[in-house]
């Protein structure tokens, strides 16, 4: 290396090491005083959310179950199996030589003055794959992120050919990393690391990126027997470089970096090549040192590096998994502190105490995902376990750390579990699971958090059976579980959506991809005959009337994917209407034709995005047209319950805003109250209770009405399956208490049941259709009124409707569908909708004598 650049890089250093101090000062100021603030400003850099919250593909999510490897589709191999074993072992049995490489000034360490690429768009990490598949070799680390994350993820990757330094927003390119995971896996590419068992794993973890054929600087230190195995002696050793390893405990989601994370991230990967190398060479020399040249194994303590360091690879990423959550951080915890002059009850006592504060800390963690010292420091559940503080100033005094906003939020179930000894883990968890479902819950879903749910809701019986005491034996009482497990299990499609059948005109034009059902509709009247058949094509034996062209139908014969038209997921999608359907259901016949159009494909993630984005519009509705969304009122007159509905009744007292309570919010308050109303905080209670007031228009309530409030909103089936789980008569008493029907009758489940759960969409009547689609559903429910109930937004809907068609006729429809695809494309910003597909669709097509969907035909 040159005098001068060695120069430079010393006083960099030096500069560096200064800002590192500081920065470490500050960083244990902050520790101290534990602020937690979620947008931190460090070295000039910030965060504006939790970055995590814009992934769209977790590989890892935070439920109790097992970590999904790569499955690929060249190999027939189990899952349990690395995916690149077969590559790896090959490796093992014939190490590679690592490639000579000259780097531009003669392989001396280059010094870091020059530029390095920042990489934070997909096209720039293409044209890096792109690069890196013409390189023999190049040296990678990784940074990553853990304490605002349950399971941690990448938040940086520096990459480092001879020629260049790449540092990669891993945060910004989450979703498309697997553009790299060719380059990693092929055998033809030294991958050079320091010490890479870490960055193996997180690299499966975050982006199924698998490293086959790699070169750990820290393994042929060991083979060496140097002194230690750092990166910073190594770089001291080597390249005279001095770094300040504390560094690496920033927090590396911050954007921009800045100029001293910037260059310790580079340095980490920058000089690995040229380590390497020199590694290399004494590794030659020890072996021709130490075994006789004519000996054969000329590259005996190379190939051993090699083998060790590709070992590594071979290893796999799996979730930690404990007996019963929170087990091993309670038991860790319990031996810090216990003490031998404890008698055996208190022993016990402390032990489940411990436990639980473990095991709802754990829970909180993978909800919200936090790290657990993030949302309770090991050191404040000691305390809390041996004070048992009752009240909350109590509790945020006896933790050491300032409390995080999830024990602020969560601060009733904390105040519940060290007031009450008795207290179920079980029924903790079932309250944390109905404030879940409750709409203004603080718990957002997401896609760490969605398979925990669905998980907890069918495995808790089995999850609790264990606790240190070992006294706990944990029933099931799961009806409700039962029921949750169902209502998830039931919304997102089984299979294909889109089965891309075929319709061909005689004169063998395609008019439309379809779902089977209609195909067999025409073939069963006779109407066409069957062309082909996998995948199915009819040619229709009659003239149709329209073409696709006529109109801008074009969107008819695209055929669809079955994937998220949003995120493109394609491991499971549910339907979605962009449309909802309390409005929907009450268009004119005709207006109603273009449904395939707006019913598209979401994953769960997307789906709730979208909900939320259409719940915000429905309330801007509600309040432009002064149509509130829910009824209002029953008042109790005598034995007959009236109710009192905007648009049935003349109230001008109810007009305007969005309020009322939906049957799903008065469900699940009343199921709350009933269950575990004496034992819940009394703000809680209070709470739950303003609810199933509002909903009895502000009188007192009593137990029964809690009891009729179960049934409200659902069908006479639901009703009849609910009150046999529940060992529930279906007494007269329960039928009179559904509401009264004013010309409305209830008897066909509404399709609003669920609307504030991220699910309003997805209807039970659809549901009986099933499977294809969109198009079939609407076949056979004519009268749309049939559909409409008191409940639900039906009432709102149907005035809007109305309203709209009085003012401005069908024009006034087709706007109003557009606005509802415009809130549907702001709020997600769908990549994958289908071809032809536009927010503009008019969707007027005309019945031929024969379609499916000729009203006259329906009747
Ligand atoms: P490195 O291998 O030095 O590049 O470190 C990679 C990542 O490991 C860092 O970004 C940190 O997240 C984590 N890490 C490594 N060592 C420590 C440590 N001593 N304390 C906290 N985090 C660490
Ligand atoms: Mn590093
Ligand atoms: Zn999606």
């Known amino acids: 290396m040159a005098g001068g650049s060695r120069e430079k890089t010393r006083a960099v250093i030096v500069v560096a090491c200064f800002v590192a101090a500081i920065s470490a000062a500050i960083l244990l100021h902050r520790r101290r005083k534990r602020s937690r603030s979620s947008s931190p400003k460090i070295g000039g850099g910030s965060i504006e959310k939790k970055p995590q919250e814009k992934f769209k593909r977790v590989l890892a999510d935070n439920s109790y179950s097992p970590f999904k490897h790569l499955k690929r589709d060249d190999k027939g191999s189990p899952t349990e199996l690395h995916p690149y074993e077969e590559e790896i072992t090959h490796l093992l049995q014939n190490p590679p030589v690592l490639p000579s490489f000259v780097s531009d ?70 979703d498309v990393m697997d553009i790299l995971r060719p380059v990693f896996a092929d055998p033809s590419i030294c991958k050079v690391f320091h010490g890479s068992d870490n960055d193996v794993i997180w690299l499966q973890r975050d982006f199924h990126i698998y490293v086959v054929n790699m070169f750990d600087t820290a393994k042929a230190c060991e083979i060496l027997s140097k002194p230690q195995k750092s990166l910073a002696y190594l770089l001291e050793v080597y390249c005279g470089v001095i770094t300040d390893k504390t560094l690496q405990r920033e927090d590396w989601r911050i954007r921009p970096l800045s100029v001293e994370m910037i260059k310790y991230a580079r340095c980490d990967a920058h000089y690995l090549l040229y380590i390497a190398n020199c590694l290399s060479s004494a590794l030659h020399t020890k072996t021709s040192s130490e075994t006789s040249s004519f000996s054969g194994d000329k590259l005996k303590f190379f190939f051993e590096a090699s083998r060790r360091s590709n070992a590594v690879c071979m290893q796999l990423y799996t979730k930690e ?111 944390i699971l109905e404030m879940r479902l409750d709409p203004v819950g603080c718990c957002p879903l997401s896609a760490y958090n969605y398979a925990l749910l669905s998980q907890l809701s069918s495995k808790r019986g089995d999850m609790f059976n264990f606790s240190l005491s070992g ?57 066409a005959k069957m062309v082909e058949n996998d995948p199915p094509a009819i040619v229709l034996l009659f003239e149709p009337k329209g073409r696709p062209d006529d109109e801008d139908n074009d969107f008819y014969i695209q055929s669809k994917h079955n994937i998220c038209v949003s995120c493109g997921e394609e491991k499971h999608y549910i339907r979605y ?72 009744t003349n109230n001008k007292d109810s007009i305007g805003g969005g309020k009322g309570v939906s049957p799903l919010q008065l469900r699940t308050a009343a199921m709350a109250l009933l269950r575990h109303g004496s034992s819940m905080p009394s703000e809680r209670r209070d709470q739950l209770l303003e609810t199933v007031k509002t909903y009895y228009g502000g009188r007192e309530v009593s137990e029964k009405d809690l009891e009729s409030a179960l049934l409200v909103g659902m069908n006479p089936n639901e009703r009849r ?137 329906k009747a």
């Open 577 to 648: 209407r962009i449309i909802p359907s309390c409005y929907r259901m009450h268009f004119p016949e005709h207006l109603k034709s273009h449904r395939s159009h707006d019913i598209v494909l979401l994953c769960v993630d997307c789906h709730e995005k979208a909900h939320k984005a259409a719940e915000r519009y429905k309330r801007k509705v509600a309040e432009e047209f002064g149509i509130p969304l829910f009824v209002q009122k029953i008042v109790d007159s005598g034995e007959e319950k009236v109710i009192a509905s905007i648009g049935l």
């Open 321 to 431: 998994t404990e007996p019963s959550p929170g087990t091993s951080a309670a038991t860790s915890i319990f031996s810090r502190i216990f003490n031998k002059k404890l008698d055996l009850a208190k022993v016990s006592e402390l032990k489940d105490i411990i436990w639980k504060l473990c095991a709802w800390r754990d829970l909180m963690a993978r909800i919200h995902d936090e790290s657990l010292r993030y949302v309770l420091s090991d050191q404040s559940i000691s305390a809390l376990a041996v004070k048992l503080p009752k009240i909350p100033q109590q509790i945020y005094g006896t933790m050491t750390e300032s409390p995080s906003p999830i024990v602020v939020s969560h601060i009733d179930e904390l105040c519940n579990l060290l007031k009450n000894s008795n207290l179920r883990i079980d029924d903790l968890f079932d309250n």
């Open 471 to 527: 006294s706990e034996k944990v029933a099931q009482t799961g009806s409700k579980r039962a029921s949750r497990e169902n209502f998830i299990k039931k919304f997102s499609c089984k299979s294909p959506v889109y089965h891309n059948c075929r319709i061909y005109a005689s004169d063998g034009r395609l008019l439309c991809y379809c779902d089977r059902k209609k195909l067999e509709w025409y073939l069963q009247r006779d109407l």
């Open 105 to 174: 000034n003669g392989n001396a360490p280059l010094d870091m003055s020059g530029s390095y690429t920042w990489v934070d768009t997909e096209p720039q990490l293409k044209s890096l794959a792109g690069i890196l598949s013409g390189e023999k070799v190049f040296a990678v680390d990784t940074e990553q992120h853990s304490f605002r994350s349950f399971l941690g993820f990448t938040a940086l990757m520096q990459i480092s050919t001879v020629k260049e330094d790449f540092l990669i927003d891993t945060i910004a390119l989450h």
């Open 721 to 857: 399956r609910f009150g046999k789980k529940k060992g529930l008569p279906l007494s007269s008493d329960y039928k009179s208490t559904t509401l009264i029907n004013n010309g409305f009758p209830s008897n066909i489940g509404n399709g609003e049941n669920h609307s504030d759960n991220g699910h309003e969409n997805v209807s039970y009547s659809d549901n009986l259709h099933n499977n294809d689609s969109s198009e079939a559903c609407e076949v056979g429910v004519l009268e749309s009124d049939r559909r409409l109930s008191l409940l639900g937004h039906g009432p709102h809907g149907k005035l809007v409707v109305e309203q709209l068609l009085e003012n401005y006729g069908e024009e006034g429809i087709l706007h109003f569908c557009q606005k509802w695809r415009e809130v549907f494309v702001e709020a997600l910003q769908p990549q994958f909708l289908p071809g032809g597909w536009n927010i503009k669709h008019s969707g007027k097509r005309d019945f031929g004598e024969y379609s499916v969907y000729n009203p006259a035909k």
